[in-house]
């Protein structure tokens, strides 16, 4: 079946350490996102990115970085300098365009907790 | 500035009865596109219904309706004959057609259906 899948579904780091989610989907869309969630909010946005080798720091960049080596994969790497990483993080994807109304499709999330 | 509005933290509906979530929107463009995600309690983001700007009717999509008021700009879900199921948080979005990337989230209301 097509989609996106992210792994692990939870995630315990120690402070001060990076830890990467993976994010992988098999819907042959050029354009993939990251968003952050936390508690009783809305999505904000990290980076997306619309082809390969290539993404944009989105609202909440800061300490947080990407690599799009496939079309496949987006991969999002939390490092020591994101001050409050807990959080659930939420990979989607689309298709390219420059038109408004592509969807975007969610993987299920991560939820990351520093201990 | 916040571009997507939804005044409603939390919600009640008796099962069988119809409810509205409100989202209000804030754009200069001419082309944008309006999005309603629900989200249940485990996480993953479920696209519901799109309306675009220059839609004239408004969107439907089995037992959910958008009730679109461009001059207004407004985009209220309208979900008929309530299920249990429907109790989940539901997002409102917005993408606008110049900006690739960047779909903007509402806070989110949290509907309970009641037995």
């Known amino acids: 079946d097509g989609g996106i899948t992210q792994s692990p579904k939870y995630l315990f780091r120690k402070e001060g350490q990076n830890v990467t989610l993976s994010c992988e989907q098999n819907l042959n869309h050029d354009a993939m996102y990251w968003y952050r969630q936390d508690p009783g909010q809305g999505l904000r946005l990290i980076y997306y990115s619309q082809i390969v080798n290539d993404f944009q720091k989105g609202d909440i960049a800061e300490g947080y970085s990407v690599s799009r080596e496939k079309k496949e994969s987006f991969p999002l790497t939390v490092t020591s300098a994101q001050k409050n990483p807990t959080a659930f993080y939420l990979c989607?994807?689309?298709?390219?365009?420059?038109?408004?109304?592509?969807?975007?499709?969610f993987g299920p999330g991560t939820r990351l907790t520093v201990l | 500035a916040q571009k997507i509005t939804q005044t409603q933290p939390g919600m009640f509906v008796q099962e069988k009865e119809a409810v509205t979530l409100d989202c209000t929107y804030d754009t200069s463009d001419q082309s944008y596109g309006l999005f309603w995600y629900k989200q249940p309690s485990s996480g993953e983001m479920i696209f519901l219904i799109y309306q675009g700007s220059y839609d004239e009717q408004n969107a439907t999509e089995g037992r959910y309706s958008l009730n679109f008021q461009k001059a207004r700009k407004s985009a209220n879900l309208v979900i008929s004959a309530s299920q249990l199921g429907d109790s989940a948080m539901y997002f409102c979005?917005?993408?606008?057609?110049?900006?690739?990337?960047?779909?903007?989230f509402g806070a989110g209301t949290r509907l309970t259906v009641k037995p």
């Open positions: 989607a994807s689309s298709i390219r365009s420059l038109v408004a109304y592509n969807e975007q499709f």
């Open positions: 979005a917005m993408r606008e057609g110049r900006v690739l990337g960047d779909m903007r």
